[in-house]
């Protein structure tokens, strides 16, 4: 589809006037929380924390060409439950350094080496939770680092067989400098595309994708992130037979990504996993219902995690 026939930006309309969030997100924001950064494999990596230094840990992973952001009406909500949440941009996007080449286990490795600097395993062995392809990531770890987590949780990351699974790169995208913020704003879309009631979140996240360079604002990701990407087809039965960790699986219940023939698939490879369905939410499951996200993963984080 032609750039010019796509759907308008849901911000759009907005003509770069910020939209105010409900009184329980506002009030999470000012919640004191810790950034910092990490050096690993040469690329300096961002992360930010909430929560105290010493409590059990989670570590969160965002989607791809997103920020560590997209968690900010979540993380709060955890740390206030006694978890030490800690959420890193992955390399190549946010605020974290690009490479010339990028690989999901590095970006496993990389998401340990945040969340240790933001003090994820002061207590133990945390618990990694991804979504989109930050589930990508986790389903990594597990596999190569699991035996350095307590479990794994992936939100809405459609695993398939292997005749299934992508051959090749997505298109590139970013790299476009816009005169200012508001015209940032009005090309924003959540890929996949969907609608959000939470059109403050949107907005939220958005605005925490751009930055300032010379002529004027871009988003944060490298655009040629994807074809940097060495993309592997995995087995899935090989990879359910060799997780580290335990693991679980949730997805918005109206994702397209997570139909029922695709979830029912997984459920037969990953037998041993919990499956969770969270109602009234689509792919981008954590804009879509954060508190609701917030229940599941204190809920599955309280089963292999119990807080002191």
Request: proline share 7%.
């Amino acid at each position: 589809m032609a750039d010019t026939d796509r759907p308008p930006s849901p911000l759009a309309a907005l003509k770069g006037q910020p939209l105010a969030g409900p009184d329980w997100f506002a009030g999470a924001q000012e919640e004191m929380c810790e950034t910092g950064t990490a050096d690993h494999l040469g690329t300096t990596l961002s992360w930010k924390a909430w929560g105290t230094r010493g409590a059990p840990g989670l570590i969160l992973v965002h989607g791809g060409t997103a920020h560590k952001g997209w968690w900010d009406a979540i993380g709060p909500f955890l740390a206030a439950e006694g978890y030490r949440v800690v959420t890193p941009d992955l390399a190549g996007m946010g605020d974290s350094g690009w490479r010339d080449t990028y690989s999901m286990d590095e970006h496993a490795a990389d998401m340990l080496a945040a969340a240790r600097a933001g003090g994820a395993f002061e207590a133990g062995k945390p618990i990694l939770a991804g979504h989109s392809f930050g589930g990508f990531v986790t389903l990594s770890a597990a596999i190569s680092l699991g035996d350095q987590l307590r479990a794994g949780i992936i939100l809405d990351s459609p695993i398939r067989p292997r005749t299934e699974q992508r051959d090749g790169s997505p298109p590139r995208r970013g790299g476009r400098v816009y005169a200012d913020t508001p015209a940032a704003l009005a090309r924003f879309r959540l890929l996949p595309d969907q609608p959000c009631d939470n059109l403050w979140l949107v907005d939220h996240i958005a605005r925490g994708s751009l930055k300032d360079i010379q002529g004027g604002v871009t988003w944060k990701f490298d655009p040629d992130l994807w074809a940097k990407l060495a993309w592997e087809r995995r087995d899935p039965a090989n990879a359910a037979a060799s997780l580290k960790c335990p693991l679980a699986f949730v997805r918005g219940a109206q994702s397209r990504l997570m139909n029922a023939e695709t979830w029912d698939y997984m459920r037969s490879v990953f037998t041993a996993s919990p499956f969770i369905s969270v109602p009234d939410a689509q792919h981008h499951l954590i804009l879509d219902q954060p508190l609701a996200v917030v229940s599941v993963l204190q809920a599955l984080a309280e089963g292999w995690a119990p807080r002191a």
